[in-house]
């Protein structure tokens, strides 16, 4: 299974600070998007990012990708209290399929 | 405004009832999911749909089958539920545009206890 690892599994940080979450996947992708879910609802995309890209930014999400390492990370800068959720990346192989990692759950402490 | 309704959001069945949980995306996608969610597993694809008529097993097929019979629609049905088939189950779309742009648009899951 090409399933996504998210580190770490749970962060727990101050508001006002930044937050990163990585993702390490293995196999070639056309792309890897990163999603969150708050609490017993569905998920949203946040952004995504081709395999051909190396950084993005949306507001305050920032999001690198490292082909050759086979990964990501999520910056979240100036985190609120809104923020907290769980983050999970998932990746578009070329067979046109997704595989999400397992997610990390992130508590932004007012 | 995109949108993946999914026909309950909760639900409780008992072990050998026959389940089906209906997906209904209004984006005219090709492309659509079932996932279920468990803690500690994250997401995992039971099966798939890249058009009418079409299904394709994910990672956890068993004990599930889907029907695709109109675009909009796609349906998940457990013939006989098993109580390690209480989880949240995720429905997605997405079109199949240019390679690298593919995004999935979820619905709002339905949580399935089995007892």
């Known amino acids: 299974s090409q399933q996504g690892e998210e580190d770490p599994q749970a962060l727990s940080i101050q508001e006002g600070e930044n937050a990163t979450m990585n993702c390490s996947y293995k196999?070639?992708?056309?792309?890897l998007q990163w999603y969150r879910q708050n609490s017993g609802r569905g998920l949203v995309h946040l952004i995504l990012?081709?395999?051909?890209?190396r950084e993005k930014h949306s507001g305050r999400l920032r999001v690198t990708l490292d082909t050759s390492k086979k990964s990501s990370s999520l910056l979240i800068t100036a985190s609120r209290a809104a923020d907290t959720a769980s983050y999970f990346c998932?990746?578009?192989?070329?067979?046109?399929?997704?595989?999400f990692g397992t997610g990390t759950s992130l508590t932004v402490i007012p | 405004d995109v949108k993946v309704t999914q026909s309950s959001r909760y639900l409780v069945k008992r072990t050998g009832e026959k389940v089906f949980l209906e997906c209904v995306q209004d984006m005219d996608h090709e492309n659509m999911f079932w996932y279920r969610q468990d803690p500690g597993l994250g997401l995992r694809l039971i099966y798939f749909?890249?058009?009418?008529?079409?299904?394709e097993k994910g990672d956890i097929p068993e004990g599930y089958s889907v029907s695709r019979e109109k675009k909009e629609r796609f349906s998940l049905i457990l013939e006989s539920a098993s109580t390690n088939q209480t989880s949240m189950y995720l429905c997605a779309s997405s079109h199949p545009g240019l390679a690298g742009t593919d995004t999935q648009y979820f619905g709002p899951g339905t949580r399935l206890t089995v007892l």
């Open positions: 196999t070639s992708i056309n792309n």
């Open positions: 990012i081709r395999s051909n890209e």
């Open positions: 749909s890249y058009d009418v008529k079409m299904k």
């Open positions: 998932a990746t578009l192989s070329p067979g046109n399929q997704f595989y």
